[in-house]
């Protein structure tokens, strides 16, 4: 036994070291590639994650720096309108709607905070009958028609944007998340130069 000892421990340092150096490599890799972020938006390591614009759609693109091409999921670009309209930086919270008689396709409640929902009326106002790109992390996910907010003095507006489950689930899960770290609490804001 003594003899096949130092046969066994050699390939087994020389592996155990190989093991060591990839991962240590592995975990380099997944720093840099932001693997390892941290889901507290109050911390300098938080990165927005399914942050919603919502743009103007530009029919006849002149090729101006205020109009920008994106892809839809399919591959076909279209311009719009580089200034948007409504982000999650208004976006409190959100709701999935199942949409009746289509349970794949999901619509979107959106609270908005003061200034999102005067934003949301000008929107609404400006593109009557008219669509307009929702956008998610910079991708055309669906175009819809804005809706003037039913309840008066409510937060919340109806968008019947028609997505899948695996876009609503994540806007949802993200937008409390994003609103915080778009809009710093001023109390946080001041402690971090003490």
Known sequence: ???????????????????????????????????????????????????????????????????????????????????????????????????????????????????GRVHWELLAGKHRDEQVAFVVDGKLISRFIPEFNEENGSSWVYLRVGIDHFYAKNIVKYAKKNYIFFNPDAQNFFSSFL
């Open 1 to 115: 036994m003594k003899k096949f000892l130092p046969l066994i421990l050699i390939p087994l340092t020389a592996m155990t070291l190989v093991f060591c150096t990839c991962g240590c490599e592995i975990i380099e890799e997944a720093l840099e590639a932001g693997a390892l972020d941290t889901d507290n938006p109050n911390s300098d390591d938080y990165r927005p994650r399914y942050v919603v614009g919502v743009f103007s759609i530009v029919r006849y693109p002149r090729a101006t720096d205020l109009e920008k091409p994106v892809q839809d999921l399919e591959g076909r670009e279209i311009y719009i309108n580089s200034n948007q309209n409504f982000s999650s930086k208004n976006l409190k919270d959100a709701r999935i709607v199942i949409r009746p008689g289509n349970p794949e396709i999901c619509d979107l409640k959106f609270k908005l905070d003061r200034r």
